[in-house]
């Protein structure tokens, strides 16, 4: 991974930069966090031509390596008002990786006009795609890959992020159905790319092969350790849960905890939960003829996909996974499969994010728009969004702005985000990242869900050395590029990760090494949020959340202020 | 001024305690400075039931003094998230003070239900209002008067309030018509009275008289050399310029200087103007048989206020101001003083500020909702916040709220708080102001419109140096009660106000006294600003207005950052 390529949209130029050696060691995440405190100031309007998106892949892209082709995109967020990666699958960060590219760099905004940025090994170009505005993802996709070929990876808004709507995200094709079904959702990424002017990345990768690695020794023994283990687990291997089932195995430890998000956040069980559960998407999808065991990036050996289909065997989404299902389905009380497939397609269409959108009808909910537990009624709210009318604008602005407008005070969210599905108030050590990561609430920067038979997740005490050591697997990964599912290995031995960097690219680290570049990532994101003006007074959730019991556990969100400021202080 | 009268509003009881010592010598703004500092979370949700509405005439309420009457209105604003003090002319700071009330500080939530307070010589009782709930504050006002008696001073907050809409001001009536004609508009200080379920306060002064003064000698002869400078001064006085055409005076040298606010802040000099201005006002209303030179509170010799009339001679609104004029006349293009008398009258009936109304205004006009220049598509767009509508509840939660629905980057507001009628690229000490007073983007914090002959309004050098200075003017004004206007003889013999205190109060204070007294007033509301999480990275106005000169003059916001740090560091 050789080369910086600079997407500059004010004059719509391109160019291939050496990576100087102040990065060399910084991948997706930790690029990401390194570049923007170097040359953005945080204070500047993320949707304005000052901020800089980025498109990172992992350390290990473009290997031949299970579940480690994720790509880290990233810039000021316009949803938290700080620093934001948001990674996703599918095959654009393994394809990047094969061509060589760290990072897309991209400064400025568009005159007007709306462009597609398409890369090959013969080069960077950018074209322009005034026919395809306002085009949703399933679309746009689908033209662009007729037009340069089914084999490429590509990266698109939908209308949403050319609206400038904070909960927009960017989607990217996955390798099993060639369809936007994946999608870097948090933070308004989306936003970001389409105030820039860019509606789209093309990546074709034919006609090269995977990056040389420095130690091939090093490099073929680590990898196939790595693969082995998460073959032979009982977890990630074929017998496991995560391949027979997908991120949706968690909701019923979500439910029985009492943490799962249910009449906006209201509730933390759902009466309806074994309509929607695992057992029951699994049974669908297979009695339908939808897939299940699909993966999303080539090589990957879990393969938790899914291909969501209709009665009649048409696929409705993929892959239908579980925070939406939590979000869209109990957090709405609705109950039923094909209503939740529907809204999470429509939301990919859109280009926004399924959780700040749940969250947000959530709270609509409350406030009157539609009843709880009639999907069609959250299916007209999210039609406005396309429609770009200002209640559309109000929801695809998110949770907060949603909230706000409406006068609600249960309004589910950390620093601007949406809650992901997981109740503070019922596993507390979320609480806890959702208030102090510079990610704001995010399921992927440090979810204490995988800790609940170890540590009481009613417990407030100690929260913050769990969240921090947490957000410290987070960080690896994120720089990585690899996949939350695949951490077991790792986290039993962080070693084993040394051994495939130092194969890859002969650097001698050490495991000290290792953590030492994890907390230089939350420090350096840390860094930025300070100077776009955050303080400790923001490490908070909404106070309701500190008062109002959550039923059935009645417990309230008890962590203090001492612990809370503990968790990210001794980096 | 001996009791602060306690509404616990969770419990619906009043309560009345002696001032201690700490509060004895805070009035206005400074009382409610103190008292939050000492008795509220910063971080607290300002809509939620930890915040605090206190309601603290000035020190010289209740005296045969002119112009210090003010009554100011503070809590944590839900509009800007830090503290907020919002000042009301009008008669009910004067009966307060003639109740010898200091404050009343409001706290807790009611359950349900909306109520009255009720003041008088004989104690004071909440009063359930269920029945006029939603009501505008004209009808609310009148029922009341009708109840209580014409003689009492009415509080009110209007549907805008009761709905939490963060643009929601609190209205008082005035001397002149027994009408809401003047409100504490800024910051949303209506949305918390409304979240509290307070809907009125009525002031009943009958069988009060002024309070006993300490020293009658000392106070005798400064507040009658106060008056004799009010009188005879060339602007104060009959022949001058505040008491013929009041505050709109200022819109001839605003658009001379390109500084008034024209087609949403795009432009700083409205060809309509001559349609709108100080002369044009007078005439009409003296032409059509309304009224011009009345006084808002008892005693005041200035008398700047009018009543506004159709062509039918039958009332409009009153008091028709600046602020309004430039808001929502040449902000929106619309020259014609009819139309923007029925939007006033229409904001002030909703109980929403002008100023925040015309900015959200400009903002949606920019973006499409209608045209600059229609008064029909404004009055239609205002007509949505009565109707509670989606679109009513955004353009009723303030200009940043519109603007970052509707996706545009030109939202003229600092702090969350739109801009006042003074573009700050052409008056660029009311940029630093708006940048750092911790009441955000104020017409009233520290303007700088005053200062234009003797210090060049585009030039950024030194603008932190004058508005410090005019800061401090604003706390004294703000703690005392006075008028903006009546300030000349003060600002000229600072000595003249300690006279009138000692005399008041026997407290022996000299100039200096004052002047920390004033210093003092600004640290608390930074240390409350901070404790709520604003930092320096605050003290900015949009990027936009760094970058987009203004015409005609062409200026960009250019004050440097070091300017800007060193507007209040050293207080």
Same mark, same amino acid.
């Given at each position: 991974?050789?080369?910086?390529?600079?997407?500059?949209?004010?004059?719509?130029?391109?160019?291939?930069?050496?990576?100087?050696?102040?990065?060399?060691?910084?991948?997706?995440?930790?690029?990401?966090?390194?570049?923007?405190?170097?040359?953005?100031?945080?204070?500047?309007?993320?949707?304005?031509? =000052? $901020?800089?998106?980025?498109?990172? &892949?992992?350390?290990?892209?473009?290997?031949?390596?299970?579940?480690?082709?994720?790509?880290?995109?990233?810039?000021?967020?316009?949803?938290?008002?700080?620093? =934001? %990666?948001?990674? /996703?699958?599918?095959?654009?960060?393994?394809?990047?990786?094969?061509?060589?590219?760290?990072?897309?760099?991209?400064?400025?905004?568009?005159?007007?006009?709306?462009?597609?940025?398409?890369?090959?090994?013969?080069?960077? %170009?950018?074209?322009?795609?005034? %026919?395809?505005?306002?085009?949703?993802?399933?679309?746009?996709?689908?033209?662009?890959?007729?037009?340069?070929?089914?084999?490429?990876?590509?990266?698109?808004?939908?209308?949403?992020?050319?609206?400038?709507?904070?909960?927009?995200?960017?989607?990217?094709?996955? #390798?099993?159905?060639?369809?936007?079904?994946?999608?870097?959702?948090?933070?308004?990424?989306?936003?970001?790319?389409?105030?820039?002017?860019?509606?789209?990345?093309?990546?074709?990768?034919?006609?090269?092969?995977?990056?040389? /690695?420095?130690?091939?020794?090093?490099?073929?023994?680590?990898?196939?350790?790595?693969?082995?283990?998460?073959? %032979?687990?009982?977890?990630?291997?074929?017998?496991?849960?995560?391949?027979?089932?997908?991120?949706?195995?968690?909701?019923? &430890? /979500? $439910?029985?905890?009492?943490?799962?998000?249910?009449?906006?956040?209201?509730?933390?069980?759902?009466?309806?939960?074994?309509?929607?559960?695992?057992?029951?998407?699994?049974?669908?999808?297979?009695?339908?003829?939808?897939?299940?065991?699909?993966?999303?990036?080539?090589?990957?050996?879990?393969?938790?996909?899914?291909?969501?289909?209709?009665?009649?065997?048409?696929?409705? +989404?993929?892959?239908?996974?579980?925070?939406?299902?939590?979000?869209?389905?109990? $957090?709405?009380?609705?109950?039923?499969?094909?209503?939740?497939?529907?809204?999470?397609?429509?939301? $990919?269409?859109?280009?926004?994010?399924?959780?700040?959108?749940?969250?947000?009808?959530?709270?609509?909910?409350?406030?009157?728009?539609?009843?709880?537990?009639?999907?069609?009624?959250?299916?007209?709210?999210?039609?406005?969004?396309?429609?770009?009318?200002?209640?559309?604008?109000?929801?695809?602005?998110?949770?907060?702005?949603?909230?706000?407008?409406?006068?609600?005070?249960?309004?589910? +969210?950390?620093?601007?985000?949406?809650?992901?599905?997981?109740?503070?108030?019922?596993?507390?050590?979320?609480? +806890?990242?959702?208030?102090?990561?510079?990610?704001?609430?995010?399921?992927?920067?440090?979810?204490?869900?995988?800790?609940?038979?170890?540590?009481?997740?009613?417990?407030?005490?100690?929260?913050?050395?769990?969240?921090?050591?947490?957000?410290?697997?987070?960080?690896?990964?994120?720089?990585?590029?690899?996949?939350?599912?695949?951490? &077991? &290995?790792?986290?039993?031995?962080?070693?084993?990760?040394?051994?495939?960097?130092?194969?890859?690219?002969?650097?001698?680290?050490?495991?000290?090494?290792?953590?030492?570049?994890? #907390?230089?990532?939350?420090?350096?994101?840390?860094?930025?949020? +300070?100077?776009?003006?955050?303080?400790?007074?923001?490490?908070?959730?909404?106070?309701?959340?500190?008062?109002?019991?959550?039923?059935?556990?009645?417990?309230?969100?008890?962590?203090?202020?001492?612990?809370?400021?503990?968790?990210?202080?001794?980096?």
């Amino acid at each position: 991974m050789s080369t910086i390529l600079h997407v500059h949209m004010t004059e719509r130029s391109v160019q291939q930069l050496d990576v100087d050696s102040r990065l060399e060691k910084h991948g997706g995440r930790s690029f990401i966090a390194r570049y923007l405190l170097d040359h953005i100031d945080p204070r500047c309007n993320a949707l304005g031509p =000052k $901020n800089i998106l980025i498109l990172a &892949p992992g350390l290990l892209a473009g290997l031949p390596l299970s579940s480690t082709g994720r790509l880290s995109i990233g810039a000021k967020s316009p949803l938290t008002g700080g620093i =934001k %990666e948001a990674n /996703v699958g599918g095959t654009p960060g393994d394809k990047l990786g094969r061509l060589g590219i760290k990072a897309i760099v991209v400064s400025g905004k568009a005159p007007e006009g709306i462009y597609i940025l398409h890369l090959s090994k013969d080069g960077a %170009e950018l074209v322009d795609s005034g %026919e395809m505005a306002k085009l949703g993802t399933y679309e746009t996709t689908a033209r662009l890959l007729e037009k340069y070929g089914g084999h490429c990876g590509v990266l698109v808004i939908g209308p949403a992020g050319e609206m400038g709507l904070r909960g927009a995200g960017i989607s990217a094709t996955e #390798d099993l159905e060639n369809v936007p079904g994946r999608m870097a959702a948090r933070g308004g990424l989306g936003a970001v790319m389409g105030s820039k002017g860019l509606k789209a990345v093309v990546v074709d990768d034919a006609g090269t092969s995977a990056p040389a /690695v420095c130690d091939e020794e090093l490099f073929r023994q680590a990898s196939r350790r790595f693969a082995k283990e998460l073959i %032979e687990s009982p977890k990630t291997g074929k017998e496991g849960s995560m391949h027979r089932f997908g991120t949706v195995a968690i909701m019923g &430890p /979500v $439910n029985d905890i009492g943490a799962l998000p249910t009449r906006n956040f209201s509730r933390g069980q759902f009466e309806g939960v074994a309509n929607i559960n695992a057992e029951k998407l699994r049974e669908t999808i297979l009695e339908r003829g939808g897939k299940i065991g699909q993966r999303c990036m080539p090589g990957c050996v879990i393969q938790c996909s899914n291909i969501y289909v209709d009665e009649q065997g048409v696929p409705i +989404v993929s892959t239908l996974q579980y925070e939406t299902l939590a979000l869209m389905g109990s $957090n709405l009380e609705i109950d039923n499969l094909d209503e939740i497939a529907m809204l999470n397609r429509m939301c $990919n269409d859109f280009g926004v994010d399924s959780i700040e959108m749940g969250a947000a009808l959530g709270v609509a909910m409350e406030a009157g728009l539609a009843e709880f537990g009639d999907g069609e009624g959250a299916r007209k709210l999210l039609e406005e969004i396309g429609k770009g009318s200002v209640l559309g604008r109000m929801l695809g602005n998110g949770a907060e702005t949603t909230g706000r407008i409406l006068g609600m005070e249960r309004t589910p +969210v950390a620093r601007g985000q949406a809650f992901p599905g997981y109740d503070p108030r019922a596993l507390k050590g979320n609480g +806890v990242t959702y208030a102090t990561s510079a990610m704001g609430a995010d399921h992927t920067a440090g979810n204490a869900i995988g800790t609940r038979n170890t540590k009481d997740p009613l417990d407030p005490e100690g929260t913050g050395d769990l969240s921090r050591g947490l957000q410290r697997v987070a960080a690896m990964l994120d720089m990585t590029g690899l996949c939350l599912f695949a951490r &077991p &290995p790792i986290v039993a031995d962080p070693d084993l990760m040394v051994q495939l960097l130092n194969g890859r690219y002969g650097w001698g680290w050490t495991v000290e090494d290792l953590v030492e570049a994890e #907390d230089e990532l939350l420090r350096m994101e840390r860094e930025f949020n +300070v100077m776009a003006g955050f303080t400790p007074a923001h490490d908070r959730l909404p106070e309701i959340f500190y008062r109002e019991p959550l039923p059935p556990t009645e417990g309230v969100f008890d962590v203090t202020d001492e612990e809370m400021a503990s968790t990210l202080k001794d980096l």
